[in-house]
């Protein structure tokens, strides 16, 4: 079946450590997309992609950084950059948007990772 | 820029009563879509809604529905006939723009009463 995998399902940052969550999808969708999720709180979008080797920041880039080396994975790094890392981070994907006046199709989500700092 | 807005944090309904959850969207675009995702505890989103900025009638799946009025910049979804499985987080969203984002509101909770 297609679908987003994203792994691992818990992961724990010491201080000053980075960590790489990995998203993988096999829907042939050319956009992917990072968010993070704070208790309680919406969606906010970290990173997006609309192509290989492109991609552009979101609301809150600061403290993470992506790749787009193929068009199935969308890997994101939290660095140690980022003092508060700890919420569940979303990855998305969607067809590219087919042209102006067709808005284009819904997103489809991963399971999500839950970070936590020890 | 484009902002949507959810202004009901949370929200208690009777079982088998309908319930509408509000979402407000600005954008300067024409073309655009709006979206109404389920989240629950378990975390997961799944997508039960689309509306597109050029599409004449409202939108239904099964029991959602989503009241689009175009003029006042609202998009809200209407559950008829409410279960005690649809508790969960509601969040609206909104996709377009030149660089196509796809961005939420912060979402509604919703409890079921049996």
């Known amino acids: 079946d297609g679908g987003i995998t994203q792994s691992p399902k818990y992961l724990f940052r010491k201080e000053g450590q980075n960590v790489t969550l990995s998203c993988e999808q096999n829907?042939?969708?050319?956009?992917m997309y990072w968010y993070r999720q704070d208790p309680g709180q919406g969606l906010r979008l970290i990173y997006y992609?609309?192509?290989?080797?492109?991609?552009q920041k979101g609301d809150i880039a600061e403290g993470y950084s992506v790749s787009r080396e193929k068009k199935e994975s969308f890997p994101l790094t939290v660095t140690s950059a980022q003092k508060n890392p700890t919420a569940f981070y979303l990855c998305?994907?969607?067809?590219?948007?087919?042209?102006?006046?067709?808005?284009?199709?819904?997103?489809?989500f991963g399971d999500g990772t839950r970070l936590s700092i020890l | 820029a484009q902002k949507i807005t959810q202004t009901q944090p949370g929200m208690f309904v009777q079982e088998k009563e309908a319930v509408t959850l509000d979402c407000t969207y600005d954008?300067?675009?024409?073309?655009?879509?709006l979206f109404w995702y389920k989240q629950p505890s378990s975390g997961e989103m799944i997508f039960l809604i689309y509306?597109?900025?050029?599409?004449?009638q409202n939108a239904t799946e099964g029991r959602y529905s989503l009241n689009f009025q175009k003029a006042r910049k609202s998009a809200n979804l209407v559950i008829s006939a409410s279960q005690l499985g649809d508790s969960a987080m509601y969040f609206c969203?909104?996709?377009?723009?030149?660089?196509?984002?796809?961005?939420f509101g912060k979402g509604t909770r919703l409890h079921i009463l049996p």
């Open positions: 998305a994907s969607s067809s590219n948007q087919p042209g102006q006046g067709t808005p284009g199709k819904p997103q489809h």
């Open positions: 829907l042939n969708h050319d956009a």
């Open positions: 992609s609309h192509i290989v080797n492109d991609f």
């Open positions: 954008t300067s675009d024409p073309s655009y879509g």
């Open positions: 509306q597109g900025s050029y599409d004449q």
């Open positions: 969203a909104m996709r377009g723009g030149r660089d196509d984002k796809i961005i």
